[in-house]
């Protein structure tokens, strides 16, 4: 195993239409709650959005941050405040972060609602758009910031498939929308996709994206990995040395955690599983692989 190219072309039909749908619903709405995955800023995010937003008032919400790292959060928290966009830092699971969403809202609407006032119009409602791809955490966020439970959440991308408004307070009402891809990827924003499960895991072959989320962390985490798996410096020092090392390192965790297949072999689709699924739930450690 070498180097992995990857090349994805998945865009289902229902994407399309639903991009189509968006677009024409914006119409009603003032503000755009644009959901990031928290790990990998850049790769979560649409680049059909710039497109469609156009000139709305957005505001970047940072998803799942509980599984990033806090100084990385706070970084990307900056660049989009240099931006002149509004972002917060947010666990839907949790909860953390999501009471200060409403206020961001209304602050951000203040002027608008001031000059209807001025001329006598009044206000009742501040209708918001919540943007994201498949799995990036919208129906957990939106469960939370209404205080529901009655939306379907799921691990499998793609999961939430209806329209829906939901009122928070007094004066918002949120439109949910479908997790919407775009047609093509280049090869790294595809990894990073998998990485954190934002397309299904049959899309790509499992092992290759584990081989080279294993080279991430080799590289750039080590001492996350080194804890995660129980690697002595020693180890550590001897399998990095080797040319295929993320190989190697594979072979290591398959053995420590009993990954064997008969004749004693390494079960590598076993290990992939478990380098993954550690790294997606927050157990490899508070890991943000796109930064600023």
Request: cysteine-free; overall charge positive; aromatic content about 6%.
């Amino acid at each position: 195993m070498g180097e992995n190219k990857v090349n994805i072309n998945w865009y289902p039909g229902h994407m399309a239409k639903t991009k189509r749908e968006i677009q024409e619903d914006l119409k009603l709405i003032d503000v755009v709650i644009e959901l990031l995955d928290a790990r990998i800023p850049i790769s979560s995010r649409n680049p059909d959005f710039d497109n469609i937003i156009r000139n709305k008032k957005r505001i970047v919400i940072l998803n799942k941050s509980d599984l990033s790292n806090e100084i990385e959060n706070k970084r990307w928290i900056e660049y989009y405040n240099s931006k002149n966009i509004p972002a917060l830092a947010v666990d839907s699971n949790s909860g953390k972060g999501v009471n200060k969403i409403e206020k961001e809202i209304e602050k951000l609407m203040s002027e608008d609602i001031e000059k209807m006032q001025a001329k006598g119009i009044v206000r009742k409602t501040i209708r918001v758009m919540i943007l994201g791809i498949p799995n990036v955490g919208k129906s957990s966020f939106i469960n939370r910031i209404s205080k529901k439970t009655t939306m379907e959440v799921g691990n499998r991308p793609g999961v939430t498939r209806q329209k829906q408004w939901i009122r928070i307070g007094n004066q918002i009402e949120l439109l949910d929308t479908p997790g919407v891809l775009w047609p093509k990827f280049d090869e790294n924003t595809g990894l990073m996709l998998a990485y954190t499960g934002s397309i299904k895991d049959d899309i790509l072959d499992r092992i290759d994206v584990a081989y080279n989320l294993t080279k991430i962390l080799v590289n750039n985490h080590k001492k996350l990995f080194m804890d995660r798996y129980k690697l002595s410096e020693e180890k550590f020092s001897e399998l990095i040395k080797e040319d295929n090392y993320a190989l190697e390192f594979m072979y290591e965790i398959g053995r420590k955690r009993g990954a064997l297949i008969s004749g004693g072999e390494i079960d590598l689709e076993r290990v992939s599983g478990i380098i993954l699924d550690d790294f997606r739930s927050g157990r490899t450690g508070k890991i943000t692989l796109e930064v600023v």
